[in-house]
C-alpha cells in the first residue's frame, strides 16, 4: 500500500463567500465526515500545512496584487473581488494556509515522508491570475507549489494535470511560455471561463508545453479515459516529469449543478490511476493534487475518496 498524505486545516472553513454559494466550507466539511466515518482517515498521513510566505506567493503572482488583496481584506462583511468571488474575514489567512498546504505536501513527498498528498484546501487556485483573482481563487495554489518544486527543490520538470471541468486558465497563463512546465488540461466547452481551446498551446519557448482538450458536455468515463490515454500519456512519457500535480476537479462528475459532465467516481479513480502510472514511470510514484471544483456535496466527498483510495493501492 502507498503511502497517502492528507492536508486540511479547519481554517480553510472561515473563507465564506456567503449564504448560497456553490464554493462553501461544506465542501470541506462533508470530505472530511466521509473519510472519517468509512475509515479512509486512518489510512492516511496527516500533514499540517503551513502559511505561504509571501517569497514562494510571488513567484506565481505580482506584488501589486498581492499587496491590493491585504489592503482590501475586510475586518467584518465581505469585499467582492470579482463577480463571483468575493473574501471574508477569513479569506486571506486560508489562501496564504491553501497554497502553504500545497507547500508542505510538495515537501513531505520530496522527504520521502509520503509518495503522493491531497490537499483539501479552499479557496482553490486554478483561475487565479498573476494579478487577479476570479472564479473562486485567490492564490494559485497548483502553480506556486509547481515553482517552489523547481526553485526550492531543485526539480526540472513538472506535469500539470487539470481534469477540473472549468479550463484552468491562471495556471495556463502562469507556464504559457515556459517548457520546463507540461499543462494538460480537460475541461467542458464552450464552457467559464471560456478559454482552453485546443489552438492554445502556448508560445516561444514554450509552444507546444500546452495541451488543452475542450470536451463537449455530456462526455464521460470511457471518453475521458480515451483522451488521457490518447492524448496525455505519450506526451508524458516524452516529457518525462520530475513531478507531477494534479489540479483535482471534481465537478466533471455526472450530478455536479454547475456542469454538464458525465464522469463518475469510478471514472476519477481510472484517470487516478492513469496519472499515478506516468508518475510511476517518470517522477518516483511522486503525485500531490489539490482540490479545485466539485459542488455536489455527495459526489464530491465520493470522488475525493475514490482518488485517495487509489493513490493508496498504487
Not at 135 to 149: K, M, S, T, W
Not at 168 to 194: A, K, R
Request: net charge negative.
Amino acid at each position: 500500500m502507498g503511502r497517502t498524505g492528507f492536508i486540511y486545516h479547519p481554517a480553510y472553513l472561515n473563507h465564506d463567500m456567503g449564504p448560497g454559494h456553490p464554493e462553501s466550507p461544506e465542501r470541506l466539511r462533508t470530505i472530511v465526515e466521509r473519510l472519517e466515518s468509512t475509515g479512509t482517515m486512518r489510512k492516511l498521513v496527516r500533514i499540517e500545512p503551513v502559511t505561504a510566505p509571501d517569497e514562494w506567493i510571488l513567484q506565481v503572482h505580482t506584488a501589486d496584487y498581492v499587496a491590493d488583496l491585504k489592503s482590501r481584506a475586510p475586518t467584518s462583511g465581505r469585499v467582492s473581488l470579482d463577480p463571483d468571488t468575493s473574501m471574508s474575514p477569513g479569506s486571506l489567512a486560508a489562501a496564504y494556509l491553501a497554497a502553504g498546504g500545497a507547500l508542505a505536501a510538495a515537501d513531505a513527498i520530496m522527504a520521502g515522508q509520503v509518495e503522493h498528498a491531497f490537499c483539501a484546501v479552499r479557496p482553490p487556485g486554478h483561475h487565479a491570475e498573476s494579478n487577479r483573482a476570479m472564479g473562486f481563487c485567490l492564490f494559485n495554489n497548483v502553480a506556486i507549489a509547481a515553482r517552489y518544486l523547481q526553485r526550492k527543490h531543485g526539480l526540472g520538470r513538472v506535469l500539470i494535470v487539470d481534469w477540473d471541468v472549468h479550463h484552468g486558465n491562471g495556471t495556463q497563463h502562469s507556464f504559457y511560455d515556459d517548457p520546463s512546465v507540461l499543462f494538460f488540461s480537460t475541461h467542458q466547452f464552450p464552457h467559464y471561463p471560456g478559454t482552453g481551446r485546443a489552438t492554445e498551446r502556448g508560445k516561444g519557448p514554450g509552444e507546444g508545453f500546452t495541451i488543452n482538450v475542450p470536451l463537449a458536455a455530456g462526455e464521460g468515463d470511457q471518453e475521458y479515459f480515451d483522451v488521457f490515454q490518447r492524448v496525455l500519456v505519450p506526451a508524458a512519457d516524452a516529457f518525462r516529469p520530475d513531478f507531477v500535480l494534479i489540479s483535482a476537479g471534481f465537478d466533471a462528475h455526472k450530478d455536479d449543478p454547475l456542469a454538464g459532465m458525465g464522469l463518475t467516481e469510478e471514472g476519477y479513480a481510472g484517470l487516478t490511476r492513469i496519472v499515478a502510472a506516468i508518475a510511476r514511470r517518470h517522477s518516483r510514484k511522486r503525485i500531490l493534487s489539490c482540490l479545485e471544483g466539485g459542488y455536489n456535496l455527495a459526489a464530491l466527498s465520493a470522488s475525493v475518496e475514490r482518488h485517495l483510495l487509489t493513490l493508496l493501492e498504487v
